[in-house]
């Protein structure tokens, strides 16, 4: 881990899926775990090994998280990114009861603008959101843009729910309104979903944050979110989540499921779900640094909408970087992959 | 759907994921669901549709499912298909009481025997088999090949259990001292798992089949059974259920949940999660006549594991049988892909 990338060649390296936390939200996880105030198995498995573990992965993942400063700015020196798209961590303020996770919103957007008011040379950031009240929300995104901040993160569900619901649409409303994308990150499977991921082990990133979350994003396309605001840009983490291998079996099964009438929700779109997947949503990188799955994203949704991201400081490996300086392609393709897409998307 | 394929040129088109139901099983899932004598939403939403259902789809399939003889021919021919796989439909027996599905199973073997027995040159068949015992399954498997069967159909969970449990391993033990593959077959997900996904009406063949039986297929894999059982064979449809597009994630997330010592049963394995997804398994195409998708996982899985195969009757579709003539490989790896590699697998 101590391998120095240093700087790129003709690009900078925007890495835009990197998380942080606020101390004072790092001790209200604990607090919350240790009240047992929460049902969320998957919440209370995975913080609770990050907040609880003495291993070398989990300090070192915590004490980077909360840092914003020299040792961050260290790290990505030495894997030659030059700027980071900041995220408070999942699942963010969406554990929590209503008026606290507004007002947790609010600081993190606020230690968050300060430090892109630091150095806004090397971060830019997301608008965290308390989706429990989607009109605070709104307007909390409407904030955020005064405070200089570039997006929304979303840690897909929040207590169960998901955005597909039209109570939630209004955060959608107020991104689209103020030309800024989504990121819909990962969250581990709701109490309903849960058992059988975590029985096994399998509830996190290794599988099931992908299946939360590429459901939820298919959720957003067939009940008609994108055919309600066509300009919002949705971004997936992890090369989308998968979708990008289901494209033709979403666009065969989503016809025949509405012709099938077997669900009285599950209506005609204007589009093709893969319509939507190419054309309002874009791809990072995050923990795929695997030149097979990127090729192929890159070739079935488009060489435009995958962008770079590490996924710091859980993934923090800089052969990765390396290992993406390499992609095959051309030298213009790979300044899009590493920075003008990400300036587009986020008007840096 | 009445172009006509023909005969291919240089290779027999063998389709290895293709569905029948005995009439007797049919009335039963309909008792079933009448009485309301089963905890399964995922079941009774998606048979419940299929049985009740007087759409053209709902009945051609049913009508085409019952068919051994003259129409299920009919269709093979008008689609150029030489020889069918065939096993007894999703979720065979494994929603039954235990006496109902270990007597069920044998029904339905006896009757795939009797249709391989008329058309052998047409026909091949898997074992259907009641997970709810396991040493009666591994009785049946034995029995199966008695009859001349040339595999076993699971399909995914039975009641919410899955079969890493250890309590299941005597089918695997069977499966392997006869040498059978053991095709994972998706289901619905189970109960503790469906809510998110029946709620969207994504529960069935457009996204929730493929999370539970990747799922499902991970289970298997990172609980050792291929550490126990080395030279059994396991077979998964829809391409993998996209388990290839996570090779890599999978292989540094399971070394990292590993090293974590997060869970006390998720222990060290001899490969790595990519060997036995490379070793162990092979892929079908049901359901998955998308050239990007076949490319991808031939190439990161390897030319010889990944066979054809349609989903009659569910997805009869003959223009998917050009499709794939047209796959952009040699001649010799065509030959493999519809005919040889499934005549090495089913030892045909």
Known sequence: ?????????????????????????????????????????????????????????????????????????????????????LSLTSPGVQV???????????????????????????????????????????????????????????NSHTQGEYLDDRK????????????????????????KMIAPFLESGLDGAIYGFAVETGLHALRLVTQGVFDQFPKLTLILGHLGEALPFWLSRLDYMHRGTVNSKRYDFMKPLKKKVSDYLRENVYYTTSGMAWEPAISFTQSVIGMDRVMY????????????????????????DKKNFFQTTAEKVFRL
Chains 1, 2 share one sequence.
């Open 168 to 191: 939630f649409w209004p955060i959608f409303e107020a991104a689209e309104a103020s030309g800024l994308p989504v990121y819909l990150h990962p969250n581990t499977p709701p109490p």
């Open 96 to 154: 929590f009861k209503t008026d606290v996770a507004v007002a947790m919103a609010r600081l993190a957007n606020d230690q968050l603008a300060e430090a892109v008011r630091r150095r806004p040379d090397k971060f830019a950031g997301l608008i965290a959101v308390a989706p429990q009240d989607p009109t605070e929300a709104a307007k909390e995104i409407a904030r955020g843009v005064t405070l200089g901040l570039k997006g929304v993160i979303i």
């Open 309 to 332: 991201a590490m996924d710091y400081p859980y993934q923090y490996v800089p052969e990765e970087v390396s290992a993406q300086d390499a992609l095959p392609i051309s030298d213009a």
């Open 1 to 85: 881990m101590t391998e120095r990338i240093g700087p790129a060649t003709g690009y900078r390296r925007i890495a835009t899926e990197e998380a942080f936390i606020p101390p004072e939200l790092h001790r209200m996880y604990r607090d919350l775990i240790a009240s047992g105030g929460i049902d969320d198995p998957g919440f209370v498995s995975l913080m609770g090994y990050y907040l609880g573990s003495t291993s070398e992965r989990a300090r070192n993942v915590s004490e980077r998280l909360q840092d914003l400063g020299a040792r961050r700015l260290a790290d990505m020196d030495a894997a030659g990114i030059d700027m980071q798209i």
